[in-house]
C-alpha cells in the first residue's frame, strides 16, 4: 500500500530593512509621504515586508495575491493596529475602533446595519440634495473669480451632510467663515494620535502643553455627541419620522434585546460624525483634483450629467443612470483611497502565499494605495487616472479584493452607500451648474495626512453655466408627462414573504404591498400584507469594485465606520 504525501511548502525568509537599536526601522519610513512612503518600500522589498517600529513587530502588505488571501474571514480578523489603538482613547469602543469580539462592536453592527440600507439611502436623499445646494449657492454668490478652498468647503458640505441625513441637526457651516469646533478638535486629535503613534510614550508625557490640547479636543468632540443626543431625547422628532439617532437611541439589539449604553452612544456619535464626513471629504477633493488635470475627463463628466438630467434637478431614481460619475468616484479611491490602510491578523498560525509563515496575532498592514497600484492587476499605467477602468465589463473582469477602499468582510466601512451617493449627488449638481478651473494650473499635489489623506492647498474657480435648473414636477409638467393609471383591483389575494438582514428586502416588500393596497380597495377578504419569515443573519461579503452599467440600482460605498 502506497501512501501519498503532500510536500510542505518551502517557506522563505520575510524580508525587512536593517533595524537599528531601539527605533528599529523608524527611520525607514519617510514620515512626510506616511503610507506612500510604505509603498515605496514595497518596490524594493516586495509584496511583504517586515518592519520593527519602537518595538512592534509589522508586516506591509501590498499585492492583490497576497490581500486576496488575508481576506478569507475563516483565517484572519481586522487588528486594531497601533494608530487605531490610540484613536480609541477617544472613540472607544465605536464601530471603527472596537474588536470583533468586543460585545458592543456586535451589537452596534447588527442594529446599525438596517440604519445605511437602500431603503435608508432613499430617506437620506432629500438632505443630501439641500446641504449640496446650500453650498452651490455660496459658490455662486462669490462669484466666478473667488478662490474656492475645495477641501475647506468640501469638509464642511459632508460635516453638514451626515449631520442632516443621520441626526436631522444642521451645523449651518455654510453661513460661517470658520469650520465648526468640531472640525478642529477632530484634526488635531487625529494629527497627534497618528504622532503618538511614532514616539516613546515618555515622549508623550514630557509634551505638557500637547497633552492639554489633546485633553481639550476630545472635550470639544464629546461635548458635541452629548449636545446632539441630549437635544434629541429633549425633543423627539415628529411622527413618521426617524434617523440613525433615533436607531441608536431606542433599537434593541436582535439578539440580546439590549440597547446601547449611553457611553457607547457617545463613541458612535463621535466615530459617525468623524469617518461620515472626514473621508468623504477627502474623495471629493481628489476627485476634482483629478477632473481639473484632465480637462477632457471634465468635459466627459458634465456632457454625461447634461444627458442624464438636462436642466431637471437630480432624483434618487437618476442614481442609477449616473454611471460615468460612478465610474470617476471609484478610479478616485483606488488611486487615493481616502482610508489609507487596514489591518489584519490570523487566528492560528498559518502560511501565505505558500511561502511566508505567519504567526497567530501578527499584525498585517494592507496598504491601499499599493494594492490599487499592483501592476499585476491594473497593468503598467496603473498612476494614471482613468475612470474606464470601471465601465461594466472592465469591472466584472477585476480578480476578487483588487478593490478595497472600505476595508473588508464584516469589518468594512457599514456606511459606504452613503458615501458614494453623497458623492454622487454632489458632483452631479455641481457640474450641472458650474464650469470649472483650477486657480493654479501648475498644482502639485500636496496630501495632508491624519488617520485619513486629502490634498492640500487646492483651489478652483466655478463659473455659473447658463443654465435653469427645474424641479422634476416642474419638468415633468413642461414635458407633458403623464402618470400610468394603476390596474383595477381583481380580487386575488396577495401576500408578500420576506427575509431581511439590513432591510432592503423588508423596503421592496412594503413597498410592493402598499401600492398593491392603494391600486384600489380590496375586497375584505383579500388584504394585501407583508410578513417575514425568518432568515439566517449574514456578515455582508467582502467588498469589491461592483458593474457600473446602467441597471436600475444604486451601487453603495464610505466611509463611515466599520
Not at 478 to 492: D, K, T
Request: overall charge neutral.
Amino acid at each position: 500500500m502506497k501512501v501519498r504525501t503532500c510536500p510542505l511548502p518551502v517557506l522563505q525568509p520575510i524580508p525587512q530593512p536593517k533595524p537599528r537599536p531601539i527605533v528599529g526601522n523608524l527611520n525607514d519610513v519617510d514620515q512626510d509621504k506616511g503610507v506612500f512612503g510604505l509603498a515605496e518600500l514595497a518596490k524594493e522589498y516586495g509584496p511583504l515586508f517586515r518592519l520593527e517600529v519602537l518595538g512592534n513587530n509589522l508586516l506591509i502588505v501590498t499585492s492583490q495575491e497576497l490581500v486576496n488571501e488575508l481576506c478569507d474571514e475563516t483565517r484572519f480578523d481586522k487588528k486594531l493596529n497601533r494608530a487605531l489603538l490610540q484613536v480609541r482613547d477617544f472613540a472607544g469602543d465605536g464601530l471603527f475602533t472596537a474588536d470583533t469580539d468586543e460585545p458592543n462592536w456586535g451589537a452596534a453592527h447588527r442594529i446599525l446595519m438596517p440604519a445605511f440600507g437602500p431603503a435608508a439611502l432613499h430617506g437620506m436623499f432629500d438632505g443630501m440634495i439641500d446641504i449640496a445646494d446650500q453650498l452651490l449657492l455660496k459658490w455662486e454668490r462669490q462669484g466666478p473669480e473667488h478662490s474656492i478652498d475645495i477641501g475647506g468647503d468640501a469638509t464642511r458640505l459632508t460635516l453638514d451632510t451626515i449631520a442632516l441625513c443621520s441626526f436631522s441637526y444642521r451645523f449651518n457651516s455654510m453661513y460661517s467663515e470658520q469650520t465648526h469646533p468640531f472640525v478642529g478638535s477632530m484634526t488635531r486629535t487625529l494629527i497627534e494620535s497618528r504622532a503618538r503613534g511614532q514616539r516613546l510614550p515618555l515622549q508623550t508625557r514630557l509634551m505638557l502643553k500637547t497633552r492639554h490640547q489633546y485633553d481639550e479636543d476630545k472635550r470639544v468632540m464629546y461635548d458635541v455627541a452629548d449636545q446632539l443626543i441630549a437635544d434629541r431625547r429633549r425633543h423627539p422628532l415628529p411622527e413618521g419620522q426617524h434617523d440613525i439617532l433615533d436607531t441608536m437611541l431606542t433599537a434593541t439589539d436582535p439578539q440580546t434585546g439590549e440597547r446601547l449604553s449611553d457611553e457607547n452612544l457617545r463613541y458612535q456619535m463621535v466615530t459617525f460624525l468623524i469617518a461620515g464626513h472626514e473621508t468623504t471629504s477627502g474623495l471629493l477633493t481628489f476627485t476634482l483634483y483629478e477632473l481639473l488635470r484632465h480637462p477632457e475627463l471634465l468635459a466627459k463628466a458634465r456632457a454625461h450629467v447634461d444627458e442624464v438630467l438636462g436642466e431637471r434637478a437630480p432624483q434618487f431614481s437618476d442614481l442609477a443612470d449616473l454611471t460615468y460619475l460612478d465610474q470617476v468616484l471609484k478610479e478616485s479611491l483606488r488611486l487615493w483611497p481616502t482610508a489609507p490602510a487596514f489591518s489584519l491578523t490570523p487566528y492560528e498560525d498559518t502560511v501565505i502565499g505558500g511561502r511566508f509563515a505567519i504567526d497567530a496575532g501578527q499584525a498585517l498592514l494592507v496598504v491601499i494605495p499599493a494594492l490599487h497600484r499592483d501592476p499585476a492587476v491594473w497593468g503598467d499605467d496603473a498612476d494614471s487616472f482613468d475612470p474606464d477602468r470601471f465601465a461594466f465589463d472592465r469591472a466584472q473582469a477585476l480578480p476578487p479584493n483588487a478593490w478595497k477602499p472600505f476595508g473588508n468582510g464584516q469589518r468594512s466601512c457599514i456606511g459606504r452607500g452613503f458615501a458614494l451617493q453623497e458623492a454622487v449627488v454632489f458632483l452631479a449638481m455641481l457640474l450641472q451648474r458650474f464650469d470649472l478651473s483650477p486657480v493654479d494650473p501648475d498644482y502639485q499635489l500636496k496630501i495632508k495626512q491624519t488617520l485619513t489623506i486629502k490634498p492640500d492647498e487646492l483651489y478652483m474657480r466655478a463659473r455659473r453655466r447658463d443654465t435653469t435648473i427645474v424641479s422634476a414636477p416642474e419638468a415633468a409638467k413642461q414635458s407633458g408627462g403623464r402618470q400610468v393609471a394603476a390596474a383595477a383591483a381583481n380580487g386575488i389575494p396577495l401576500r408578500v414573504l420576506f427575509g431581511s438582514n439590513a432591510g432592503t428586502s423588508q423596503a421592496f416588500a412594503e413597498r410592493i404591498a402598499k401600492t398593491r393596497s392603494s391600486a384600489a380597495t380590496p375586497p375584505a377578504s383579500t388584504p394585501s400584507t407583508a410578513r417575514r419569515v425568518p432568515s439566517r443573519p449574514t456578515a455582508p461579503s467582502s467588498w469589491s469594485a461592483p458593474p457600473t452599467r446602467g441597471s436600475r440600482r444604486t451601487t453603495p460605498a464610505s466611509s463611515s465606520p466599520g
